[in-house]
């Protein structure tokens, strides 16, 4: 996943960000509210972490700011406070989870997830798209029960196409989403990779890989199943 951590303590945004990186997500960091705002406006992150206290604007005002523009990124607030009030000014405020500082990186894992997966109408952490299942939980993916092995920007790239499910992606989103912006190879590699991962799901399904070239648009993962239950309606 892509995830932006907006945190003001060097040390603090370093090993969440390792922490995060180990477990393959993506992850931009600033340490200014308002800069978060404009990052969170120019790219489709699955979910921003938050603190409190920073450099600029606090971190409840720049949560505001984000609901008031009608921005519906999952949010999970960072804190050193145990204070009540400020665990419920900021799930008022809009945030979806508060977590308080220090914490276990399998916790913050998890709870990304959970939010994330709420974000998307998912109730468990299997994403279901036709016959691909994807579990966010193991980094796995099966095609009609069967598994297949992906590589790590594989893995990535499905997870991108099956959060946004039915949702045209741009060559150039997913590549931010694989590469975050840092030493990005030539836009032709997300061809490659979604030829690579046509073949491997239809290898072990139907034949059918269910990804969608959109002329002039990008890729879309076709969720057969709900195409298939809005007919039977």
């Known amino acids: 996943m892509h995830i932006l951590l907006v945190e003001d303590n060097d040390a603090t945004a370093r090993s969440v960000e390792l ?28 979910a921003i972490l938050m603190d409190l206290e920073l450099e600029d604007i606090s971190g409840l005002e720049a949560l505001r700011t984000l609901r008031a523009r009608r921005l519906s990124t999952p949010v999970i607030v960072l804190s050193a406070s145990i204070d009540m009030d400020s665990k419920v000014s900021a799930l008022a405020a ?26 998307r109408g998912q109730a468990d952490s299997i994403i279901r798209t036709g016959a691909i299942a994807l579990n966010l939980n193991t980094r796995s993916a099966e095609v009609s029960g069967v598994p297949i092995h992906l590589t790590p920007s594989e893995y990535k790239m499905l997870e991108l196409l099956s959060l946004r499910k039915n949702s045209v992606l741009t060559k150039e989103a997913c590549l931010n989403h694989l590469y975050n912006g840092l030493s990005e190879p030539e836009i032709k590699i997300i061809d490659v990779f979604i030829c690579k991962l046509r073949k491997k799901i239809a290898a072990a399904g139907d034949g059918d890989s269910q990804i969608e070239t959109v002329w002039g648009g990008g890729y879309m993962l076709r969720d057969t199943t709900a195409r298939e239950s809005r007919l039977a309606a």
């Open 19 to 46: 922490n995060l990186g180990s477990a393959g997500h993506n992850v931009s960091r600033t340490a200014s509210g308002e800069d978060a705002i404009a990052l969170a406006e120019t790219y489709d992150y699955d």
């Open 94 to 119: 809009g945030a979806d989870d508060y977590m308080t500082k220090p914490f276990h990186k399998a916790e913050l894992t998890a709870r990304i997830n959970a939010v994330v997966r709420r974000s």
